[in-house]
C-alpha cells in the first residue's frame, strides 16, 4: 500500500521505526523531545520512546556533537539534531577530526555509527545564517557519508539506509520541503547508497540535480519538452559515495550535462561532478559542462535578492538551451 | 607519600611496575626521536606518571578513558602493551592502529582506550559521550577523560561538563595541571581557579598532588566507584609536572622554564623514586628487589623497540583502507 505523506512525516516514520528495531537507537539536540523541533519533524518521537531516547540538550552544538562521536564509538547509535544546517559550523572539529577520521585512525578498529540529520535551502527569507547548503564542506572530508533527499519517498528510504550504516552519515533534508507530499509505501524499504535515481529518461541533455535542485530540474526538463529538447534528469540521492557510473552512461548519450546544486557554485558540489564527467566523458560531450550552484554571495533577506540567488527551472532551461543549440559562447 | 597501611603488596608493586613502564617507554621513545628513528614527533609523559597509573589502577578493563596528546603514559596504564605501541610510533603494521594513527592516535579498545587525540580538549565530547552510552545501555563502566590544564581553556569543556551534570554521568574529568599550556605558564592562561570552572556546575572537584600515586589511586578509587553508582560526574584537578618540553623538539626553553625548577622538581618531586623510597622503607620491597623490576622493565622496552624497528610497515593498498567501516577500499567506493 501506499500513502501520500509529507517529507517530514517520512523523516518520523524513518526514525520511529529504526528506534523500535534498535535498541541502541537514540536522538540527540536541541528541542527534539516536546518541541518535536522547530519543524516539527520529530513530533510524536518523545512520547513513544521516552526522554531516555530522545534527549533534549542545552544550546552547545559542538558539546552534543562530541557526546554523539563517543556514544557512538562504545555500542549506541545516535541521531543527532542538528536545527539548522548552517550550524554547522560549530560542530565542524567533532564531525570532521573525530567522528571521520576514528575508524581510520583506529586501523579500522573503532567506527563511529552516528547520522546527523541537518538541512539545507535558501528561499525562506532566513537570511544568511539560517539558509546555507553547506553540503560540500562535509563531503570534502574522507570518511563521511553525504546524503541528499530530494523527496518524502527519499527521505524515508535514505534515513533508514543511514541510521544502519557503520560510518558517520550526514543528511540533509531541504527545509522548505519539509510539508511536500510524495508516495510513500507503507511496507518497509530502503534506498541504498551510491546509487543514482534516473528521474527521467532524454537524449539531449542530462540535467543533475540534488537534493532541492531535483525539482529545479524536472521543472525545466518540462518546459524543455515543449521545445524539443528532451532532457535526463539524475538524482544522484548520496554525494558521498557518488553513483558516479549513472551520471556518466547518462552524460555518454547525451553528449551534455549540468549539474545543478542549491550549495555554493565555487569549490563545490557542481565544481566536482562536473570535473569527473569532464575527465572521464570529455570525448563524449558537446558543449563544456555546466555548473548551476548558488551565487557565490552569503544569501540575502530580501525577497528580491535573496530569490536570484538560487537556480530556477527557467535558468536551468535557458542554460540547457543554449548548450543544445550551441549557442553557448561563455557561460556567465 | 601520604602515610599508608601496607594493605596490598601486589597492588603497590604493579603500581610501581606501571610507572617504571611508562618511563622506560618515554625514554626509549625520545631516543627513537632523538636519534632519528622515528617518523615526526611526539610529547613525553615523563614527570606524570603517578597521575595515569593512580586513575588507571581504580578502574576496571571495560572502564574507557579517552587520552590527549601526551598520551602514552594512559595508553600503557590502561594495560597496551610495548611491542604494538612502539610499532604504532614507528608506523609499522602491527601498532595498535596498523599505524595509521601514530603517537597523538593510539587507540586500544581492547582495553577501553578510546584513543589519544591530537586535538587538544578534542575527547572531551567523546568521554561524555562514553558514559551516556554506557548508562543508556545499562552498563557499569565508568570513563575517565584525561586533559591538561591547556585544555581547560576549550569551550568544549564547559558545554559537555553541563550536560554531564544535568544528566548525572558516570565520567571523571582528570586535569593533569602540569603547569604548562604548551609554552605558556598555566598562571599566563587560566583566569581563576580550576577547581572553580567544575564547581560551577555543581560538579564535586577535588585537588590532589599528581606526584604521589597512592594519594591519586586512592581518591580515584572513591570517585570511580561513586561514579558506578551513579553519583557523578566528578571533576579531579592533578598537580603534576613534565619532565621534557612540550614536545621532544622543544629543547631551549629556558625563556618560558628554568632548568632549576625541572631539576628540583626531578630530585624532589620524581613520582617514582618516592614510591620507591617508600616501597623500601616500609618494607615491601628490598633496593635490589627495585633495580631488579627496573632492569627487566629496561629491557623489555628496549626488546620491543629493536621489535619495532625490525617490523614491517603496512602494504602500500592499506592507503584507502578504514576509511569507511564495511567499505574495503574507499578509492574505489567515493
Known amino acids: ?332 | 607519600m601520604a602515610p599508608k597501611k601496607k594493605t596490598n603488596t601486589e597492588d603497590y608493586l604493579r603500581m610501581y611496575r606501571q610507572m617504571v613502564r611508562i618511563r622506560a617507554f618515554e625514554d626509549n621513545a625520545n631516543q627513537l626521536y632523538l636519534s632519528a628513528k622515528m617518523p615526526g614527533l611526539t610529547h613525553m609523559y615523563s614527570g606524570q606518571e603517578a597521575v595515569a597509573v593512580g586513575i588507571c589502577e581504580a578502574l576496571e578493563d571495560s572502564d574507557k578513558i579517552t587520552s590527549t596528546h601526551r598520551g602514552h603514559g594512559h595508553c600503557v596504564a590502561k594495560g597496551a602493551e610495548f611491542k604494538q605501541m612502539f610499532c604504532e610510533l614507528l608506523g609499522k603494521e602491527e601498532g595498535y592502529c596498523r599505524g595509521k594513527g601514530g603517537s597523538m592516535h593510539i587507540a586500544d579498545q581492547s582495553h577501553g582506550n578510546l584513543g589519544a587525540n591530537a586535538i587538544v580538549g578534542g575527547s572531551m565530547g567523546i568521554a561524555t559521550g562514553a558514559a551516556l552510552s554506557a548508562r543508556r545501555l545499562g552498563k557499569k563502566d565508568v570513563t575517565v577523560c584525561f586533559f591538561g590544564d591547556g585544555a581547560t581553556a576549550q569551550g568544549l569543556w564547559y558545554e559537555v561538563m553541563n550536560m554531564a551534570a544535568l544528566w548525572k554521568l558516570p565520567v571523571i574529568y582528570a586535569c593533569e595541571n602540569n603547569g604548562y599550556s604548551e609554552y605558556t605558564k598555566t598562571d599566563e592562561i587560566a583566569a581563576g581557579s580550576i577547581t572553580a570552572r567544575a564547581e560551577a556546575f555543581g560538579i564535586e572537584a577535588h585537588m590532589v598532588d599528581g606526584q604521589d600515586v597512592l594519594a591519586v589511586n586512592d581518591l580515584a578509587q572513591k570517585l570511580v566507584a561513586r561514579a558506578r553508582k551513579g553519583e557523578g560526574p566528578f571533576f579531579i584537578e592533578l598537580k603534576t609536572y613534565r619532565y621534557h618540553g612540550h614536545h621532544v623538539g622543544d629543547i631551549n626553553r629556558d625563556y618560558y622554564r628554568s632548568k632549576d625548577e625541572e631539576s628540583e622538581w626531578k630530585k624532589v618531586r620524581d613520582p617514582i623514586a618516592n614510591f620507591g623510597k617508600w616501597l623500601e622503607s616500609e618494607g615491601v620491597v628490598t633496593a635490589d628487589e627495585l633495580v631488579a623490576i627496573n632492569d627487566e622493565i629496561r629491557a623489555d622496552a628496549e626488546a620491543a623497540v629493536q621489535y619495532a624497528l625490525d617490523a614491517g610497515y603496512p602494504p602500500a593498498n592499506e592507503v584507502d583502507m578504514h576509511v569507511f567501516a564495511g567499505v574495503d577500499h574507499a578509492l574505489a567506493y567515493v
Do not use: W
Open chain 1, 1 to 332: 500500500m501506499t500513502r501520500e505523506i509529507t517529507l517530514s512525516k517520512a523523516v518520523n516514520e524513518a526514525i520511529a521505526e529504526e528506534m523500535r528495531r534498535d535498541e541502541t537507537i537514540f536522538l540527540i539536540g536541541e528541542d527534539v523531545a516536546e518541541a518535536g523541533t522547530p519543524f516539527k519533524v520529530l513530533s510524536g518521537l518523545v512520547e513513544e520512546f521516552g526522554t531516555d531516547r530522545v534527549i533534549d540538550t542545552p544550546i552547545a552544538e559542538p558539546g552534543f556533537m562530541g557526546i554523539a562521536v563517543g556514544a557512538a564509538m562504545t555500542g549506541s547509535r545516535p541521531i543527532v539534531d542538528l536545527m539548522f544546517g548552517d550550524f554547522i559550523f560549530l560542530v565542524m572539529d567533532q564531525l570532521c577530526n573525530q567522528a571521520a577520521k576514528t575508524h581510520y585512525m583506529s586501523g579500522g578498529k573503532l567506527s563511529v555509527p552516528l547520522v546527523l540529520r541537518t538541512n539545507l535551502g535558501a528561499t525562506r527569507r532566513s537570511a544568511a545564517q539560517h539558509s546555507q547548503s553547506l553540503h560540500a564542506l562535509v563531503a570534502h572530508i574522507p570518511g563521511l557519508k553525504v546524503a541528499l533527499p530530494s523527496s518524502a519517498y527519499e527521505a524515508k528510504g535514505l534515513m533508514k539506509t543511514a541510521i544502519r550504516d557503520d560510518n558517520p552519515v550526514v543528511i540533509f533534508e531541504d527545509k522548505l520541503m519539509y510539508n511536500d507530499k510524495a508516495p510513500v509505501p507503507e511496507e518497509e524499504y530502503l534506498i541504498p547508497f551510491g546509487e543514482a535515481n534516473v528521474m527521467r529518461q532524454g537524449r539531449d541533455v542530462t540535467l543533475i540535480g540534488t537534493s532541492s535542485m531535483v525539482q529545479v530540474c524536472q521543472k525545466a526538463a518540462e518546459i524543455l519538452e515543449k521545445e524539443g529538447i528532451s532532457a535526463e534528469v539524475i538524482d544522484p540521492r548520496t554525494i558521498v559515495p557518488l553513483d558516479e557510473e549513472t551520471i556518466l552512461n547518462s552524460v555518454r548519450k547525451t553528449s551534455r550535462a549540468i549539474v545543478v546544486d542549491e550549495g555554493h557554485q565555487n569549490f563545490g558540489i557542481t565544481g566536482e561532478i562536473a570535473s569527473r564527467i569532464s575527465e572521464k566523458a570529455f570525448y563524449h560531450l558537446d558543449a563544456p559542462v555546466q555548473r548551476m550552484g548558488a551565487m557565490d554571495v552569503p544569501v540575502p533577506f530580501s525577497p528580491a535578492l535573496e530569490d536570484i540567488t538560487v537556480p530556477t527551472p527557467e535558468g536551468v532551461a535557458d542554460r540547457a538551451r543554449l548548450i543544445c543549440r550551441g549557442e553557448l559562447v561563455h557561460a556567465a
